[in-house]
């Protein structure tokens, strides 16, 4: 059973950072492209960072760039979104997906994990 699961949320000040995780299992996603998107309350969800599973290729989403940066470890099987210069308008729930290179479906999705930041 494939699986994503999200560490690392919690409650910061402005400015802080914050480092997520997101852990895949059940399969192997070589040939997968991995992404965070956020979505805040009463938002459409939005698009943060992606990375392809061999981590040759990364994007951002225009409202992070040059804050957050996107990294994965094969060993660990785990995806990372390092993010720093937080501002309050990043809270939001966060979820890790996966979905095969080429595709524009998302195959899996995780359970998401809520970034709040404090003014």
């Known amino acids: 059973q494939v699986q994503l699961a999200e560490y690392g949320g919690g409650l910061v000040q402005a400015g802080g950072s914050l480092r997520l995780s997101c852990s895949a299992s059940g399969r192997t996603f070589s040939g997968y492209v991995m992404l965070w998107f956020r979505q805040a309350a009463r938002k459409e969800r939005e698009f943060v960072a992606l990375?392809?599973?061999?981590?040759?290729?990364?994007s951002y989403g225009d409202s992070v760039k040059g804050r957050f940066t996107i990294s994965r470890d094969i060993s660990k099987n785990t995806v990372y979104l390092q993010m720093s210069s937080l501002k309050p308008e990043d809270t939001a729930v966060y979820y890790c997906?996966?979905?095969?290179?080429?595709?524009?479906?998302?195959?899996?999705w995780g359970q998401g994990t809520q970034v709040t930041v404090s003014s």
């Open positions: 990375i392809t599973w061999n981590g040759r290729t990364t």
């Open positions: 997906a996966a979905r095969r290179i080429g595709e524009g479906e998302v195959d899996y």
